[in-house]
């Protein structure tokens, strides 16, 4: 007899590509972070900066009392040294404030501030600078400031530093409207968040006009200044939730600022910490792109106009979180205000360290630069952290 046939075994049917999404992880963090890093240009930076407060005749004396006596809490505070340190900034100083007898006048420009502080450089009632000077320009209610093509203070920017160059040697000094609010602040804290940002960035890139030092994101990441609007060290965290906070020890507004060591070691980048444990997502990004006609590369995905890819999202913390946070995406163009270029779609929203998202993004439209960035925001209670990325066209 033949012998009987054997049921056929029937291939298993095709359940698409598997998909990994990691595991929750107690190793912290549980991926290497590819973190942006302040690099320097090669010029100084200030071991010893010590800030000479510029005050006009015109001013509230009230005000500039207390705008001295917040900067008298700088030395001693927890606030001055963590996020400078590593960059060969050493302890600060507060000098005697200049009462000048001049008014201030109602409107100026950043050409005419520096014609103005070249002459007082020679005017012997003025304190002479040293390698370590920091003037900070201090102006009264009813002075705009114009930054030419970069707009007028108070509604383009709080705050700017730049240095002059006076006989062989370079002076670094800051200047600081009076806005009425700015950042969400008002009054002296509108002042002293300022303050500190320009008093940062004036320590670690003194000279940026004319032999600059940290003042510029690595090529990897050079996107990052340009979506965050600087590339400076206080730059890096301006835009961040959670910037501006109140030390015991000071009682008025400062602003966070970044830390190559702590960004890279995958700890909060925007320093002193709060410390509560920091979380974030980060997209993996396989391409070099080239950008700017050429000028430079940068790590991205390339997607051309009207097709999609995956990319990767990482999900880290340097410590155990409550739970797991969530995670959205949202394009450069709609964060300015525009229409968007790009459109995503996520496998799923939510995680926690050592897992991984899979963003899909479909480039809809392609600006101007045939690059794209986005912002991922990771959200846990109320607590908001944020990366960037970039997609190549």
């Known amino acids: 007899d033949d012998a009987a046939a054997l049921p056929e075994t029937a291939a298993p049917a095709d359940a698409g590509p598997d998909v990994d999404n990691g595991t929750p992880s107690n190793v912290y963090p549980a991926f290497k972070v590819d973190a942006p890093q302040v690099v320097t240009s090669g010029g100084p930076?200030?071991?010893?900066?010590?800030?000479v407060p510029v005050y006009f005749a015109n001013d509230s004396t009230a005000f500039t009392d207390s705008i001295t006596t917040f900067l008298n809490k700088l030395p001693t505070s927890t606030y001055w040294g963590p996020e400078v340190t590593e960059y060969g900034v050493?302890?600060?100083?507060?000098?005697?404030?200049?009462?000048?007898?001049?008014?201030?006048v109602a409107s100026t420009t950043d050409t005419d501030i520096k014609t103005w502080l070249t002459g007082k450089m020679s005017d012997p009632a003025f304190p002479a600078a040293d390698a370590n000077t920091i003037y900070v320009l201090f102006y009264p209610t009813g002075t705009t400031i114009s930054l030419g093509q970069s707009g007028t203070s108070c509604q383009a920017f709080g705050g700017y530093h730049d240095n002059i160059a006076y006989q062989t040697n370079n002076v670094a000094f800051a200047v600081i409207p009076r806005c009425s609010s700015f950042g969400g602040l008002t009054g002296l804290n509108a002042v002293s968040a300022t303050s500190s940002h320009e008093i940062i960035e004036a320590a670690t890139d003194p000279y940026p006009t004319s032999n600059p030092a940290y003042g510029q994101v690595d090529n990897n990441h050079l996107y990052w200044e340009f979506v965050l609007g600087g590339g400076e060290t206080a730059d890096m965290c301006a835009q961040f939730p959670g910037a501006f906070y109140v030390p015991n020890d000071i009682g008025n507004d400062v602003q966070r600022s970044w830390s190559n060591v702590s960004a890279k070691a995958g700890h909060d980048p925007c320093l002193p910490a709060d410390g509560t444990p920091y979380f974030n997502s980060v997209p993996v990004l396989p391409d070099t792109l080239s950008l700017g006609g050429g000028q430079f590369t940068s790590k991205g995905i390339h997607i051309p106009l009207?097709?999609?890819?995956?990319?990767?999202?990482?999900?880290f913390s340097d410590a155990a979180t409550s739970g797991p946070w969530t995670v959205s995406?949202?394009?450069s163009a709609a964060l300015q205000g525009s229409t968007p270029n790009l459109s995503f779609a996520w496998d799923r929203t939510t995680g926690q360290n050592g897992e991984k998202l899979h963003l899909t993004i479909t480039v809809k439209s392609v600006s101007q630069y045939n690059a794209e960035a986005f912002m991922l925001e990771s959200k846990l209670g109320g607590r908001t952290n944020l990366w960037l990325g970039l997609v190549g066209n």
């Not at 302890?91 to 001049?102: D, G, H, K």
């Not at 097709?307 to 999202?313: C, D, K, L, N």
């Open 329 to 331: 995406a949202m394009d």
């Open 90 to 104: 050493g302890a600060i100083s507060i000098a005697t404030p200049v009462q000048l007898t001049e008014n201030a």
């Open 45 to 51: 930076v200030l071991a010893a900066p010590k800030i």
């Open 306 to 315: 009207g097709q999609s890819a995956t990319v990767e999202i990482d999900l």
